[in-house]
């Protein structure tokens, strides 16, 4: 572990070397991967110096004990030598979960995707209950919230919408929501009382770059046409909404809710380079598959991942186990519950296969 330390420490200060080198200063792409590459790396500099500075203080308290001392002083130095074991301790613990590979989306703002899927209009219900979650989840966090697309339906659910949330670690803590979520409840639209089970799909992508996926503008074809709202009505006679085709990879992808075909446009395009970009990466992944097995967050889309028990007020996420009874609770938002399982669980598979390298 220490020998990857200090390799992390030397590329730390070659980084800050680099970023004072005028040919880099001028060159904005280089000088955003090597400002984020440092950032990247700061706090685990920090705390390796932090140890190994704990460490000669602790080697320095034991020396004393070779010097003649009273029974006082002795008693002194002994208390010095526990509570710096523990201080060195708690770093070294901090120090393997520094080390553990990061996602390099985590700190990107996210785009997510929702639809309903069985269960017809209760499903489409259940699909508009899941976005307000995580609205009001974003909102506790300070993040930004924009609706991107929308397929409203008339009792106030969606068949699909996509929406950014907009914020500093937003895709590091909603990239769990990637799967099949189910439900289980009574419908508004049932008279006979009975429980039903529905289901929607939720797709969770990292907002990406022009820099980081190459998209042609002849390899794009642009549709425009009238958007339309719950229903199938017209509400604008304009040909306002855009519709945009990826042909290398047949990605498809629509936008209607601003009045602005440029604007409908620019957001279709954050979704087109995040739909490619996220193909590409579950190519990679599913090679890397092949080879071990994933860590939670990363499987397949289709998987039913957690279930939303009313009668019970009931969470449940199949891939830890974790069942909560605050069903309530979590609808309106409250997720950290399930979001800080999920991490821990995440990290404890990535260091359990560190330390089998």
């Known amino acids: 572990m220490f020998d990857r330390l200090q390799a992390v420490e030397d590329r730390y200060d070659r980084l800050n070397e680099l970023l004072s080198d005028p040919e880099i200063v001028s ?85 997510m995707e929702i ?53 500093k670690g937003a895709y590091s803590k909603l990239k769990y929501e990637n799967g099949a979520h189910r439900v289980q409840r009574v419908p508004e ?38 958007s339309s709202g719950a229903g199938g009505q017209s509400v604008n006679t304009t040909m306002s909404a855009v519709r945009l085709t990826h042909i290398p990879t047949n990605t498809v992808v629509t936008c209607q809710d601003e009045k602005s075909q440029i604007k409908n446009k620019a957001s ?9 970009y996220d193909k590409f990466q579950q190519e990679a992944q599913a090679e890397y598959d092949a080879v071990r097995k994933s860590a939670v967050g990363t499987g397949d889309r289709s998987e039913r991942i957690r279930t939303y028990n009313y009668p019970q007020n009931r969470v449940t996420d ?16 409250k997720m950290d519950e399930i979001v800080e399982a999920l991490v821990v669980e995440e990290q404890s598979a990535k260091m359990e296969a560190l330390n089998n390298d």
């Not at 199949?318 to 309106?332: A, E, P, W």
Request: proline letters at 2%; one cysteine or more; hydrophobic letters at 35%.
């Open 318 to 333: 199949h891939r830890i186990g974790l069942t909560i009874q605050k069903l309530d609770q979590i609808m309106q938002g």
């Open 189 to 226: 639209t049932e008279s006979g009382g009975r429980i039903h089970t529905s289901t929607a799909t939720v797709a969770c992508l990292p907002e990406v770059e022009e820099v980081e996926v190459e998209i042609h503008d002849n390899d794009i074809r642009v549709d425009t046409y009238a």
């Open 115 to 167: 639809r309903g899927a069985a269960g017809g209009d209760e499903a489409a219900l259940f699909a508009g209950d899941l976005y307000r979650m995580y609205s009001r989840y974003a909102e506790s966090n300070g993040w930004k919230v924009t609706v991107m697309d929308s397929n409203p339906t008339g009792l106030g659910g969606f068949k699909e919408i996509v929406f950014m949330i907009s914020g």
């Open 27 to 111: 060159d904005t792409n280089k000088l955003r991967e090597y400002s984020k590459e440092q950032s990247d790396l700061q706090d685990t500099v920090e705390a390796y110096r932090e140890y190994k500075e704990t460490k000669e203080q602790l080697e320095g308290a034991k020396a004393m004990f070779d010097d003649k001392l009273d029974a006082d002083m002795r008693e002194m130095v002994k208390e010095e030598v526990s509570e710096l074991e523990e201080q060195l301790e708690v770093i070294e613990e901090r120090l393997h979960i520094l080390l553990i590979p990061k996602d390099p989306n985590d700190d990107k703002n996210v785009i």
């Open 268 to 276: 279709a395009m954050k979704v087109l380079r995040a739909r490619v």
